[in-house]
């Protein structure tokens, strides 16, 4: 048969990742509403006031263990009998210590004023039956086993900035300091759509009954939950069949109120990818596909709002196209939609500036084969200290992405021998 030689298109150069985040973090103006949560609901929310301590903490000098208050001039030697004036529990006032005597003191009670030291129990003795008086075997340092009031916070310091992202031991401080509520930056509203007539929800058809040509819609899940996670309030608008009419409607639907609709599939260059001239017909496509693999069908753009939309009926929606197949939209999820929601809803810059932090990490692997694109590579670490590659790189196989802690950030056109070191991206930090 004679076969012609297919017609070479023109292709325009792929953007480079970096000049496609910067471009889309350019484009992010913050969330300025503001709403207050009981402190426990705070979790994974963006602070939006600086938090100033009203109080020292801890509030005063303090045990650090079980054991005896003395003056340190009382106890010039081992051994010693102290008397014992006064006991004094976790929770309770203490009164001035009488000189020549010692206190019995608990973890975290008030070291009564005038002792200067605890000795800890295990460091004494009793005097032969006598619970009123005890040997202070070891002779103690000035200040020893006092917790000092303020040496946590001190008044007046500010132990959280506005941009905090809240979690459990920023959210254990502000509680430390005694805030039951919090203001926080609402969170970003995402209207979520998975598209593709090949799409089936998990529940609707058992496996068996599976049609030929279809698939579980997969994607739906880890985008919602990673959105969740990043503290957005998600619509999930289901799946968007492979037609224009319905994905015009989808779109134009969403667009009025959430700040973000993010979809997955249709981005590619089929005819059947309809994503894309749906955007360009409802507001403006702006980027679209970057020089990275997997992930090159991104997109980015808006859609116009309605004078339903309200208040925000003046600015677009933004939009964000994520390609189908799901290691694609898990990557681009994490190496470009992350940091724009988190700048969105107001988190500090350094959060979002550099969400591509590797350590360098030896592979212990080869890839002969170097790629065009900047690729990202699952991979595991082995009790070795080294990196281990996932044996199929498929931008289709999920297993990869569970079967990893990180990514290999490998510049394009680089091969890898073993022993080299190479960029990691712990995934537990893009989790995060
Ligand atoms: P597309 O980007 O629409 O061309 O899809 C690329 C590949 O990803 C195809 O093999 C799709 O079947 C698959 N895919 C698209 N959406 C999903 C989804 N939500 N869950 C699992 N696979 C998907
Ligand atoms: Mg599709």
């Given amino acids: 048969m004679n076969q012609t030689a297919p017609v070479e298109k023109a292709r325009r150069p792929l953007m480079a990742l970096d000049t496609v ?15 207050t949560l009981a402190t426990v609901q705070a979790d994974g929310r963006v602070l939006a006031e600086d938090l100033v301590s009203a109080l020292h903490v801890p509030p005063q000098d303090n045990s650090a263990m ?67 008086a005890v040997h202070i075997d070891a002779v103690p340092r ?24 809240l979690g459990a031991t920023s959210l254990g401080l502000a509680a430390g300091i005694g805030r039951a509520q919090l203001r926080v930056f609402a969170r970003p509203r995402v209207a979520l759509f998975s598209t ?23 994607n739906r899940f880890f985008l919602r939950v990673l959105l969740e996670r990043l503290g957005c309030e998600v619509s999930d608008l289901g ?10 409607a989808a ?44 992930g090159k069908p991104f997109a980015y753009g808006t859609v116009r709002r309605d004078a339903g939309a309200g208040a925000d009926a003046a600015k677009p929606c933004h939009f964000m196209g994520l390609p189908g197949n799901p290691v694609s939209s898990f990557v681009t999820f994490l190496l470009l939609v992350r940091p724009f929601l988190l700048k969105l809803q107001g988190a500090e810059a350094a959060l979002w500036q550099a969400t ?44 990869s992405t569970v079967w990893a802690d990180g990514l290999v ?6 091969t890898i021998a073993h022993g080299d070191l190479v960029d990691y991206l712990p995934l537990a930090e893009l989790l995060a």
């Fill in 21 to 35: 985040l910067a471009d889309l973090l350019a484009r992010v103006v913050p969330i300025d509403t503001t709403e």
């Fill in 66 to 132: 079980d054991g005896y208050a003395v003056r340190v001039a009382d106890v010039t030697e081992a051994g010693v009998v102290l008397p014992i004036s006064q006991r004094i529990a976790a929770g309770h006032a203490a009164v001035a210590l009488q000189p020549g005597t010692c206190a019995r003191i608990f973890t975290g009670a008030p070291v009564p004023p005038g002792a200067d030291a605890i000795v800890m129990q295990e460091d004494t003795r009793e005097v032969g039956g006598d619970l009123h």
């Fill in 142 to 165: 000035a200040g020893q086993w006092v917790r000092q009031a303020g040496e946590d916070v001190t008044r007046g310091a500010v132990v959280l900035r506005c941009g905090t992202r």
């Fill in 196 to 218: 593709g007539d090949e799409l089936v929800m998990p529940g609707d058809v058992p496996p068996e009954q599976m049609k030929p040509g279809t698939i579980y819609n997969s």
């Fill in 239 to 248: 799946i968007v069949p492979d037609r224009r009419d319905l994905t015009l």
């Fill in 251 to 294: 779109l134009k639907s969403a667009a009025d109120h959430h700040d973000l609709i993010l979809t997955s599939g249709g981005v590619s260059v089929g005819e059947e990818d309809h994503i894309k001239p749906a955007v360009q017909a409802l507001g403006s496509l702006d980027l679209w596909q970057v020089a990275m693999k997997p």
């Fill in 356 to 399: 591509l932090r590797p350590l360098r990490v030896p592979a212990h692997f080869d890839l002969p084969r170097a790629d065009r694109r900047r690729e990202f590579l699952r991979v595991r670490r082995n009790a070795q200290g080294g990196l281990e590659l996932f044996p199929n790189q498929n931008s289709g196989v999920l297993t």
């Fill in 409 to 414: 950030d490998n510049p394009a056109g680089a």
